[in-house]
């Protein structure tokens, strides 16, 4: 992060608590920080595929919810599919709130990224159960994990249910990326955006390593 941001972190408790969505904008992010797919991810099978509305075992179980919102059969309506390319669905998730961190310290992103400070969380739990007391009456706690480089097209039978907010593309692996993830709270969803967050407990279980 910029220096100034560090500062107004130990003095004030202050940390940016980004959205999922807001990082789809290329534009404004630039390239190291901004993919537009964020949040998404694309099931698909391995190539041609033949479906019969009369034989359930021709529809993917990933894929049938999909199918059926998509056709209604009426009677004893049959419907044969011949899918040259194959059959997909893409996934995507609602907006959610991220804190995103590194798995690790890159001097590399401190002279290449136009940043000048680096904060080392030393007590993640209790770091992110000040956030979360904080967020209550906006978001749910959901968890926090590393991201997973990987491309967002996956064999739908091969689908490890990954979580799509963990998923990034491979180019962006150098980052190491771990992210902290809040569900917007049903009554806040449409209001869902970028804020600054005051938590100065939060402080206690952290440490400036470079400035």
Not at 47 to 63: E, L, M, N, V
Not at 95 to 123: P, Q
Not at 131 to 158: F, T
Request: aromatic letters at 12%; glycine letters at 8%; charged letters at 30%.
């Amino acid at each position: 992060m910029k220096k100034k941001h560090a500062d107004n972190f130990f003095k004030h408790g202050e940390l940016r608590i980004g959205t999922l969505y807001d990082f789809r904008n290329e534009e404004k992010h630039g390239s190291e920080i901004g993919d537009k797919d964020e949040g998404t991810k694309t099931l698909t099978t391995d190539g041609y595929h033949f479906i019969d509305t009369a034989d359930s075992s021709t529809i993917p179980s990933w894929y049938a919810k999909g199918f059926n919102d998509s056709f209604k059969l009426v009677d004893a309506a049959r419907l044969q599919i011949h899918a040259r390319d194959g059959v997909r669905v893409r996934l995507t998730i609602p907006d959610r709130y991220v804190f995103c961190m590194s798995d690790d310290y890159d001097s590399g992103l401190i002279e290449n990224g136009g940043y000048s400070a680096c904060i080392r969380i030393h007590n993640p739990g209790d770091f992110f159960a000040a956030l979360s007391k904080e967020m209550r009456r906006k978001a749910n706690w959901l968890g926090w994990g590393k991201c997973r480089y990987r491309p967002r097209l996956i064999l739908g039978d091969h689908d490890d249910e990954l979580e799509p907010a963990l998923i990034k593309e491979e180019r962006y692996s150098y980052q190491k990326e771990v992210r902290a993830i809040w569900a917007a709270r049903q009554d806040n969803q449409d209001n869902i955006e970028p804020f600054i967050l005051k938590v100065k407990k939060a402080r206690y279980y952290c440490e400036l390593i470079c400035a």
